[in-house]
Structures are given as C-alpha cells and as structure tokens.
C-alpha cells in the first residue's frame, strides 16, 4: 500500500499540484486519471522520488519516503518497477540486455540467474524466444511487452505505469491492460497507472482517483465513475460519443427497470387480499 499526504508542487511559480492525499491499495490497479496538464505524471513522479514536492509525503507500506535516510529511499527504490510512456528501451541493446538491466543494477544474481529470471519474464508476457531481438524490430505492443518484463524482473513490490497505452491501436492496448492486471493481481503488487484512457478505466480500473488543475476532485471505483455529479468529471468522462452513449443506455435500462418494479408493485397491491 502506498499513501500519499497532502501533496504539493510548483514549478516557476505555477501550482502544478495543490494538496492531493489518496492510498492507493496493494493486489490493484490503482489508475490517475485525467486530462493532459492536469499534473498526473507530476504526482507519479513524487511518489517514486523523481521529483521532491515542496511540501507533503510519501509512504510505502508503512515505511516514510519522502526526505527519509538515503539508504531507506534506495531500500524501497530497489522495489519499484517502472513503465515508461515510450517504453524507454534502450536501443543498442537487445531485449535480453533491457530486461537484465535493472538485475545488474538493483541485485546480486549471478550471470547464470540472471538470464533465468530475464527469460522467466519474457515468457510471462508473452515474448518467449525474442532475448536477440533489437527494440528497432519490435511493434510498439512487443516494446511495452519489453518494458514490462523489465519493470517486474526485480521482483518489483510497487509497479508504476506511465500511459501504458500511448501509441497503440485499441486491440493492443487492451492486451497491456489485461497483462498489467494479471501481473498485479497474481503478484500482489502495488500498481498505479497514470492515463487519460476511459478505455483502461472501465476493463480494469480497480480503484481511480481523477485530478483537474492539481487538485483530487474525485475517487472511486469503476462502478461509481458513471454517477458522479462532478462537472469537470463528467465532462472528461462523456468528451466522447461511445461514452455518452454508454451512459444514456444505462440510464434507459435503469428507467424501465424502475418502471418494471413500479408495475409489479402494482400489481401486488391490487391482488392484495382484503382485510
């Protein structure tokens, strides 16, 4: 579990973030929605200590983070994975050398455990065989697949994704969802995603917590995004048509289902024995 405490950032005298608190729970997909600007990767960035808030902390799993003893923030970056937007695989470098990049960095593995683990998580995503492979060679789903593979391969407790989905067709996006849950849940990892994917938010967002102009305006589940009466919220969520569409289903289906009850209830009162 990570929580965060009113968290704040500027930059050049502009308020980026304006004192967001959240948890965000351990085994889930844990999304940060919103539009682009609305300071989504800011806040990721001060958890995993990229960037110091000027006022606020970070805890992991009970332990403080933020401005904590260096050999305690290394002790829990060592547990941190992370999914950049591009992927950011380096690129003289085969896939077997990317995903082994963070086990020579962060562990003590021999050689020999190392290739092991590389080819443990190649296979869990899905690119078993590819180790020889240049990133120049993969599509952009095989590069996220990559990148994946070398967030989770130092054992990671806390996986952080960056628009996972950027750049991808709908059908591909929709498998780095599936694998990212599936990932989360049979590790029991800490996942956060940031994303302005609806998309993402209704196949696997677990817990969401939205942000407009550096402020948390709103958190929930799924379930609970679609009957919200936040404007800024509802704005974002319904800016596209299938969406809209979507909710004036449900809100049909929901109408008939009331009138539906309303009749049965009828029926019963009438049928009602006297007296």
């Known amino acids: 579990m990570i929580e965060i405490h009113n968290i704040h950032k500027s930059f050049g005298g502009k308020k980026v973030l304006d004192g967001i608190s959240g948890v965000f729970e351990t085994g889930k997909i844990n999304l940060l929605l919103g539009a682009s600007g609305t300071g989504k990767s800011v ?32 002790e829990i970056r060592r547990k941190i994975g992370m999914l950049f937007q ?3 695989l380096f690129d003289s470098m085969t ?15 021999s050689r020999k455990e190392r290739i092991e683990r590389v080819n443990f998580c190649l296979k869990r995503v899905g690119l078993e065989g590819a180790n020889r492979k240049m ?18 391969a130092p054992n990671c407790t ?21 694998l990212i849950k599936e990932i989360t849940e049979e590790y029991n990892i800490t996942t956060i995603i940031v994303t302005h994917d609806m998309n ?31 404007k800024e919220l509802n704005d974002f969520i319904f800016a596209n048509r299938l969406m809209r569409d ?3 289903i449900e809100e049909e289906d929901r109408e008939e289902e009331q009138e539906r009850e309303a009749e049965e209830h ?6 009602k024995p006297a007296g």
């Open 200 to 230: 993402s938010v209704i196949e696997i967002g677990d817990k969401i917590m939205f942000l407009f102009e550096g402020k948390k305006l709103w958190e929930g589940t799924k379930d609970e995004i679609m009957d919200t009466d936040i």
């Open 158 to 178: 806390y996986l952080f994704c960056d628009e996972p989905n950027s750049g991808l067709d709908p059908q591909t996006a929709l498998k780095i969802d599936e």
């Open 135 to 152: 990133p120049s060679e993969l599509s952009g789903g095989m590069k996220k697949r990559v990148g994946i593979a070398r967030a989770i």
């Open 95 to 109: 896939v077997e050398e990317n995903v082994d990049f963070p086990l020579k960095m962060l562990t003590n593995m």
């Open 86 to 88: 591009g992927s950011a």
């Open 246 to 248: 979507a909710k004036r």
């Open 43 to 74: 806040l990721l960035k001060c958890i995993v200590g990229l960037i110091k808030p000027d006022l606020g902390s970070v805890t992991f799993d009970g332990t403080y983070f933020t401005n904590n003893k260096l050999d305690i923030r290394q």
């Open 266 to 271: 009828a029926r019963l009162e009438k049928n």
